[in-house]
Each structure stands twice: as structure tokens, then as C-alpha cells.
């Protein structure tokens, strides 16, 4: 069973950065498309960030296009979400999720297995 575990959430202010890990157990990461989904509260789970399997190709969503960058380390079975120049309305709980399959999807629906999540608080 594929375990996914987020970190390196926390609270920063306007402008700060953080980066995110997402560590992947089992040996099939690698075969996946994976992607960064957020939630804040009342709001539906949002589609931020995708990446093929072998990182050849990322989707970003309008909001966090040009401040997010996702990557990921098949060796390590690690993804990372380095986000820059934050707002408050980033302020979510961050979550990492498989695909099914190795295409980039923004559907939650389109995604097997996700982690815990991790909080990002923003303050102004």
C-alpha cells in the first residue's frame, strides 16, 4: 500500500517562502504523474500544481503560476512544491496526491492515493 506523508508546512509572513515535501513509500512512485492539491476552509480541494513521472512536463494553476515550483526526485521517491512570494489567500492546507495514470490530471477525482496534508498559514 503506497503511503504518502507531506511536510514542511508552517506559518510565514507575506512575501516569505516554504518548500514542501511529499516522501512516497513503495517502489511505483516513480511510474506516476503526482500533483499538489490545497483546501482552505469552505472551499473545495484546488488543483495547484502537476508533474509527469520522469518531471518532463508540470501544470500550474493561474493562481500560483510563476510563484510555485514543483519538481520531484524519483531516487528518493521525494516531490517538493518550493513556493515563493506567498499571500495570504495561499493560506490552505497543502496536499499531495498520485495519479492514476502518467498525465497530468487536475481533477481530484483523477488521483488514487493522497497524504495527510500539511498547513500553510500566511499572515499579512
Known amino acids: 500500500q503506497v503511503q504518502l506523508v507531506e511536510s514542511g508546512g508552517g506559518l510565514v509572513q507575506a512575501g516569505g517562502s516554504l518548500r514542501l515535501s511529499c516522501v512516497a513509500s513503495?517502489?511505483?512512485?516513480?511510474?506516476?504523474?503526482m500533483g499538489w492539491f490545497r483546501q482552505a476552509p469552505g472551499q473545495e480541494r484546488e488543483f495547484i500544481a502537476g508533474?509527469?513521472?520522469?518531471?518532463?512536463?508540470?501544470l500550474y494553476a493561474d493562481s500560483v503560476k510563476g510563484r510555485f515550483t514543483i519538481s520531484r526526485d524519483n531516487a528518493k521517491n521525494t516531490m517538493y512544491l518550493q513556493m515563493n512570494s506567498l499571500r495570504p489567500e495561499d493560506t490552505a492546507v497543502y496536499y499531495c496526491?498520485?495519479?492514476?495514470?502518467?498525465?497530468?490530471?487536475?481533477?481530484?477525482?483523477?488521483?488514487?492515493?493522497w497524504g495527510q496534508g500539511t498547513q500553510v498559514t500566511v499572515s499579512s
Open positions: 513503495g517502489r511505483t512512485f516513480r511510474l506516476h504523474a
Open positions: 508533474i509527469t513521472w520522469n518531471g518532463d512536463s508540470t
Open positions: 496526491a498520485r495519479n492514476k495514470v502518467n498525465t497530468i490530471r487536475t481533477a481530484p477525482g483523477e488521483y488514487d492515493r
